[in-house]
T-cell receptor, first 112, second 114 residues
Framework: KQEVTQIPAALSVPEGENLVLNCSFT??????LQWFRQDPGKGLTSLLL?????REQTSGRLNASLDKSSGRSTLYIAASQPGDSATYLC???????????FGTGTRLAVRP | EPEVTQTPSHQVTQMGQEVILRCVPI?????FYWYRQILGQKVEFLVS????????KSEIFDDQFSVERPDGSNFTLKIRSTKLEDSAMYFC????????????FGEGSWLTVV
């Protein structure tokens, strides 16, 4: 059974800091890996999707990488802002149209 | 930007009552999903739906649960006889191969069973 772990579970940083969130998975047979943001009591907002043939994706201050051989994905946030405070979730699917298996999440707080 | 919409945003129901959660997926999407998140826990898969039938369901999705696409736009989740442990946020999601399989989620429906 695929396990998805996110480290750290919680992170508090001062505004302006660059940071890295980690996602580890036990099965390298993945089709897509997706990073989401979840604000308290809200839905999931898709941030980046990396297909298995890709190594990284970038959107604004966010950069996500994927290393299937080591079973890891990282989300890099540059120049963090208080508005980035949220829970960040990684999730993967094993084939096209398959369900998503979610990680445990990293709760990020960016202090002004 | 198109979005997945869900109703109601919050529902309180008595144990044993039937509940229907409604979703309008993004219009050109082909894959539909329900997930749930118990407070403080991981997001869990319930069921996926494609080509007017269930394509996969989890252990959670027992006989108390059912899904339906009654018309070309709505996608519903019915819980036949709610239990206290069904209290959770229920998320509807949809995707299309043309978007690279990005899965889009709704804002969720908070279900509280008392």
């Amino acid at each position: 059974k695929q396990e998805v772990t996110q480290i750290p579970a919680a992170l508090s940083v001062p505004e302006g800091e660059n940071l890295v969130l980690n996602c580890s998975f036990t099965d390298s047979a993945i089709y897509n890996l997706q990073w989401f943001r979840q604000d308290p009591g809200k839905g999931l907002t898709s941030l980046l999707l990396i297909q298995s043939s890709q190594r990284e994706q970038t959107s604004g201050r966010l950069n996500a990488s994927l290393d299937k051989s080591s079973g890891r994905s990282t989300l890099y946030i540059a120049a963090s802002q208080p508005g980035d405070s949220a829970t960040y979730l990684c999730a993967f699917e094993k084939s096209s149209g398959d369900k998503l298996t979610f990680g445990t999440g990293t709760r990020l707080a960016v202090r002004p | 930007e198109p979005e997945v919409t869900q109703t109601p945003s919050h529902q309180v129901t008595q144990m044993g009552q039937e509940v229907i959660l409604r979703c309008v997926p993004i219009s050109n999407h082909l894959y539909f999903y329900w997930y749930r998140q118990i407070l403080g826990q991981k997001v869990e898969f319930l069921v996926s739906f494609y080509n007017n039938e269930i394509s996969e369901k989890s252990e959670i999705f027992d006989d108390q649960f059912s899904v339906e696409r009654p018309d070309g736009s709505n996608f519903t989740l019915k819980i036949r006889s709610t239990k206290l442990e069904d209290s959770a946020m229920y998320f509807c999601a949809s995707s299309s191969r043309s978007t690279g399989n990005t899965i889009y989620f709704g804002e969720g429906s908070w279900l509280t069973v008392v």
